[in-house]
């Protein structure tokens, strides 16, 4: 009875958030448009010059099918939802072995919540730990240095052995190192502009096996990034399905996905 009592809060906040997101996401659409919204002080995001993540974005119509997600699982933290997602593809797969690759990895705390979580993942992490890159207005050099931040995931990796393999790389080098063909699952959480969203879907589309279900995912779909929305609603238009979940998660699976039909949760097209 104390543990329903002290997650009642959280329920509570999670069923606001959603639908808050539900009704920002349908009013977006209906506009064809998705407005910047800050989480900090104007000013912290106009010293960044006008760009797609602080002013607005066009929305192409007909768009997704969007799907919000009521699995309890999924509406705890950012860390959570991936490793259900990468248990699904593997159960949907019949099970084996998964080749992920995270796009942005920083510390590594995703990487290590999959690594610890999912033993049959082999993880690929992707970061040029450039520091800054004008999307978010955070000082990292007085934060955490790049530095720092990639000697603490070179660390993180090295622990998990052969299972992880970090690329200090852009997301398009990375993507040109590998061949077609080759991937399970790609988890995209990098730079946020229109331009490299959409670049990283177009490098790492082809990177996803061709013969077996395949699973996309990432983060930021918010009206705190606007180009992040434009580009999944560009890579998923003319009502293709696009499931999310709080925290500004997004993903899809392909190939059967599509086919079946069989989605719980609200939604709209």
């Known amino acids: 009875a104390d543990c329903i009592l002290l997650l009642l809060p959280h329920v509570r906040t999670v069923i606001v958030w959603r639908e808050t997101q539900w009704q920002w996401l349908s009013d977006s659409v209906a506009a064809g448009r998705v407005v910047h919204t800050s989480w900090r002080q104007p000013d912290e995001w106009l010293r960044f010059g006008t760009t797609d993540c602080n002013t607005e974005s066009p929305l192409v119509i007909p768009g997704p099918e969007y799907v919000l997600t009521r699995d309890a699982r999924q509406a705890w933290l950012a860390v959570v939802t991936p490793v259900v997602l990468a248990k699904e593809l593997r159960l949907r797969r019949g099970g084996g072995n998964l080749i992920i690759v995270e796009v942005g990895v920083f510390l590594g705390q995703l990487s290590k919540f999959i690594l610890d979580h999912c033993d049959f993942v082999q993880l690929i992490g992707v970061d040029p730990y450039l520091g800054a890159d004008g999307t978010f207005p955070g000082n990292f050099d007085s934060e955490l240095h790049p530095e ?75 009206p705190q990034w606007p180009g992040v929305v434009r580009a999944v609603q560009e890579q998923r238009q003319n009502h293709k399905i696009v499931t999310l979940s709080t925290d500004w998660l997004f993903w899809w699976f392909d190939r059967q996905q599509e086919t079946t039909g069989a989605h719980e949760g609200q939604s709209a097209g």
């Open 148 to 222: 720092v931040a990639f000697h603490h995931a070179s660390k993180l990796y090295a622990s998990f052995g052969d299972r992880a393999l970090l690329l200090r790389a852009t997301s398009l080098e990375a993507a040109q190192s590998l061949p077609d063909n080759s991937i399970d699952a790609v988890f995209i959480d990098g730079c946020h502009y229109y331009n490299c969203v959409k670049s990283d879907f177009a490098a790492w589309m082809p990177k996803l096996r061709a013969t077996a279900e395949t699973l996309v995912a990432g983060h930021d779909f918010s």
